[in-house]
């Protein structure tokens, strides 16, 4: 098959990369950058699981094809914070329990990123709007919503850096 | 230890790993020369099996082998109550429902094995397709399996129903229909397999919700000893029932056996819908009778539950749901009959509820019902109704603590402003 050679930023980092014209983004990501913390939940752009900031914007990856994403920009949520230190958005995440199975955590977060860099003070009808591309079976996202509201105050105290 | 843990907030365990993409799911598994499996599917939804030519797709570059049920003729039937569905269904067999398995593509990508499927050419001989729980019912159906179309016949009797109904000042007698429901867990069935040839042992990483069950089912499929059965539970991307039964296990078991390399198999999203367990569709016939004072007098139900092509936990969700059929209220005289019924259509098991969401809808629904024509505040017709300490209930279990049905719909009340009902 005839292979197609693209060079992307992944969570700052250089990647050049060879791929078949069919690959999808979050094959990209999954397979070849072994970044499994993108999510696949169905493959048609619905669930949102598969969420990742691209150029500054959410993206579907599942409906990318991985040469559409060549000289992108991506974030992805191995980008956002690591272990030792967590982005404000995932320390509220834990803080509120919104993480149950957690399979739409990474999707969820990564939104809640965007939408606090457009809208650093949204009210809840924004944040519901912000996440409405993001399912989740597990909480009856109440709980996705207090970990919103509570980056909010957190964010605005301390700036980690936006995402890139 | 209780004042260390109750009232605090507790991290969950794996929750760090959930927020930062580092928490493996059984699709985030990957080895070195990993093969990938797609299942062909049954293509009529009834209709036994004539032909399966897998030349075709054999000759294509990439594909590995494929497994057909020629190739394992002492693999046996799997099921979580009865052993009633086959692992791969052969030549001169029957296919019951869209999801059965006809072959196992076994490939060096996930592109090439789901182009190998679709080269897969298959003849059958159809047979009625019965889609709907009464037409199984009748005496001429076509058996979906040989001991008959009504799988399991359960009954429940309380009190004296014909008393209860001499008793009563008004009789509502109504049918209710609830539809197939997917759990839709976010993260489909997926797996990975590896066969040690050494030691003999079969390891797995997939979801489960019955782990030993699960090893238990393999190990008798395969005619292997438990031992030889290995299953690690990666974390679960949600289940809610769904993934009690057995999915991609033993395909994965037998790809790894025969390949001796590490297999994975993800299904779709649609493959999962298609393929794996839904909420049972329920009919229920209740007949309710009251007095003009606002009080149950007696209660009958006729439940069929339509388990689909296979009973997965059918019987069990089907005959606990006719045991809730008065709901949380006291009745003195119950008499009730549950069908659990094979039909084509995909096979349903386990979810959250089990057999008691669809009953509630028949009951409140019958509630309001008797509530309205008896001009009584239908928040208050419960109330008098509701079951406290001591009540009993339909199967004749006596309530001896954690009751609060009564102080839930006082607090549901209160929290919603409710004032009564516009008339």
């Known amino acids: ?164 | 230890m209780s004042e260390k843990y109750i009232g605090k907030d507790i991290l969950k365990v794996d929750v760090q790993d959930k927020v930062t993409g580092k928490a493996l799911y059984p699709d985030d598994i990957y080895f070195k020369d990993m093969l990938y499996l797609k299942i062909k599917r049954a293509t009529y939804p009834h209709a036994y099996l004539r032909k399966l030519d897998l030349s075709k797709a054999e000759k294509l570059p990439g594909v590995v082998r494929i497994i057909s049920a020629a190739d394992i003729p002492q693999v046996k039937n799997f099921g979580l109550m009865i052993k009633d569905q086959p692992v791969l269904v052969g030549i001169g067999q029957k296919m019951r429902y869209m999801g059965d398995a006809l072959a196992i593509v076994i490939a060096e990508s996930k592109e090439v094995a789901s182009k190998a499927v679709k080269l897969i050419e298959v003849e059958v001989e159809k047979l009625e397709v019965i889609s709907d729980p009464l037409r199984a019912m009748d005496k001429n159906a076509p058996l979906i399996h040989q001991d008959g179309n009504i799988l399991a016949t359960h009954y429940l009797e309380k009190g004296d129903i014909k008393m209860g109904f001499a008793e009563a000042d008004l009789i509502v007698e109504k049918e209710y229909r609830t539809s197939f429901l997917d759990h839709v867990p976010l993260q489909v069935e997926a797996g990975v397999g590896i066969y040690d040839k050494k030691s003999g042992v079969i390891t797995l990483w997939v979801a489960t919700q019955w782990l030993h069950d699960t090893q238990a089912d393999i190990a008798q499929s395969l005619g292997l000893s438990k031992e030889k059965i290995r299953i690690i539970q990666p974390v679960i991307g949600g289940a809610f029932g769904k993934k009690e039964d057995i999915s991609v296990h033993i395909h994965l078991a037998l790809a790894a056996i025969e390949t001796k390399r590490p297999v994975k198999l993800i299904y779709s999203r649609e493959e999962s819908m298609i393929a794996q367990s839904k909420r049972h569709p329920f009919i229920i016939r209740a007949k309710t009778g009251a007095t003009k004072e606002g009080y149950l007098t007696a209660w009958q139900a006729f439940v069929i539950g339509d388990t689909g092509a296979y009973a997965s936990s059918g019987p069990a969700v089907v005959h606990k749901g006719m045991y809730h059929c008065t709901g949380p209220y006291n009745v003195a005289n119950v008499k009730g009959v549950a069908y659990t019924v094979y039909t084509n259509n995909t096979y349903a098991g386990a979810m959250r509820g089990f057999g008691t969401t669809q009953m509630a809808f028949a009951y409140e629904s019958q509630m309001d019902i008797l509530a309205h024509q008896l001009g009584i505040n239908p928040a208050q017709f419960r109330l008098q109704n509701a079951y406290e300490i001591g009540s009993s209930t339909p199967n004749g279990q006596i309530l001896t603590h954690s009751v609060g049905v009564k102080e839930t719909i006082k607090e549901a009340l209160n929290m919603a402003g409710w004032k009564g009902e516009a008339q």
Do not use: W
């Not at chain 1, 105050?153 to 301390?158: G, I, T, V």
């Open chain 1, 1 to 164: 098959m005839t292979k197609l050679k693209i060079e992307l930023m992944v969570n700052r980092k250089k990647r050049k990369i060879e791929i078949t014209p069919s690959t999808r983004l979050i094959d990209l990501l999954r397979d070849d950058l072994q970044l499994t913390g993108t999510k696949e939940g169905c493959g048609k752009g619905e669930c949102g699981a598969c969420t990742v900031i691209m150029n500054g914007e959410l993206v579907a990856s599942c409906l990318v094809l991985a040469p559409q994403a060549d000289g992108a920009v991506i974030t992805t949520i191995e980008g956002l914070g690591s272990s030792d230190h967590l982005d404000p958005i995932q320390e509220a995440f834990i803080e509120s329990g919104a993480v149950q199975c957690g399979f739409c955590t990474p999707g969820m977060i990564l939104a809640a990123r965007r939408l606090l860099e457009e809208n650093p003070h949204p009210d809840e009808e924004e944040i519901k709007r912000g996440i409405s591309g993001n399912l989740c079976r597990c909480t009856g996202y109440q709980k996705i919503i207090e970990a919103i509201k509570l980056s909010i105050a957190r964010l605005s105290k301390s700036d980690s850096g936006k995402a890139k």
